[in-house]
């Protein structure tokens, strides 16, 4: 506790306090790509059980697991990591917004579309 009123009255004093309703577009995009890969994962999951109790081979769970580690995680790294490398004095920054809409909106048209893109085309290659 007294670690966050230190660090509170730091940013105070030299000029770092935000004003009340801005957003942090670090923090937000961070927090857009934890719960994105949470609905994916769990998206995914349901998908592919569907998919398996309608016959599809049982290799499917494990390539859908090939590509959430080689393709899904790193293009979620790369959204967090363009946002996270903004400085402070950026990091609220109004005029960011619309390009942080277009990238929160590719993330999630990722995240949802995603497993039933993959499925689907599984389906139509087997």
Known sequence: MGKAIDEQAYRYTHGEARRPGTRDWRKSMSDNVALALIVYTGLQIFVTVKALEKGMPSLLPYLLLVVLVVAIIPACRWF?????????AH??????????????????TMA??????IAYGCKAIL
Do not use: M, N, V
């Open 80 to 88: 967090e990591r363009r946002w996270k490398d903004i400085d402070d």
């Open 91 to 108: 990091a609220a920054d109004p005029a960011l917004s619309g390009d942080y809409r277009r990238d929160q909106a590719l993330l999630w």
């Open 112 to 117: 949802i579309g995603l497993p039933f893109a």
